[in-house]
């Protein structure tokens, strides 16, 4: 079942970190189908839609493992991998400008570091790291393995 979901995304920076950390986590808990956003001028804040997937809960008498996906434990990053980062962030704010989308929109800093972190080969692998799902790895899968092999 499709739920909808509404964040304001609030500039002043008092606001701004919170409001972004918010919208992180639910897109890293979330399979977002579709995201529409509009800037609310006479406010100053980003609204922002997601349109996501109800997760349908399975109860069964044996527990599925839960899958662990990869996420950076911190942020200390070896001169390659700074080198992945620094493409990886130039990317995403070219692909946020096209598409006229908050750059957290693409992907956030903590799954950019994660990707430079553990250099995925393939599609399958981007699904590994946490805050990658089918619609992110759709949109934007093919264009981050190649920024990786070009590095």
Do not use: C
């Not at 044996?62 to 992945?84: F, G, H, R, T």
């Not at 995925?120 to 899968?141: C, R, S, T």
């Amino acid at each position: 079942m499709m739920k909808v979901k509404v964040f304001k995304i609030r500039l002043p920076e008092e606001y701004l970190y919170k409001d972004q950390q918010v919208l992180d986590d639910f897109l890293g808990n979330h399979d977002v189908i579709k995201s529409e956003t509009a800037f609310v001028h006479d406010e100053n804040y980003w609204s922002v839609v997601l349109y996501f997937e109800e997760s349908k809960v399975v109860l069964s008498a044996v527990k599925e493992p839960k899958i662990v996906k990869y996420a950076a434990e911190s942020d200390v990053l070896n001169p390659d991998e700074e080198k992945i980062l620094d493409a990886l962030k130039l990317w995403r704010s070219e692909k946020a400008r096209e598409q006229n989308l908050p750059i957290y929109f693409i992907a956030s800093n903590k799954e950019l570091v994660s990707v430079a972190k553990y250099k995925p080969a393939k599609k399958a692998e981007l699904l590994d790291i946490k805050g990658f799902g089918k619609h992110k790895i759709e949109n934007y899968g093919e264009e981050i393995l190649e920024i990786l092999e070009s590095i």
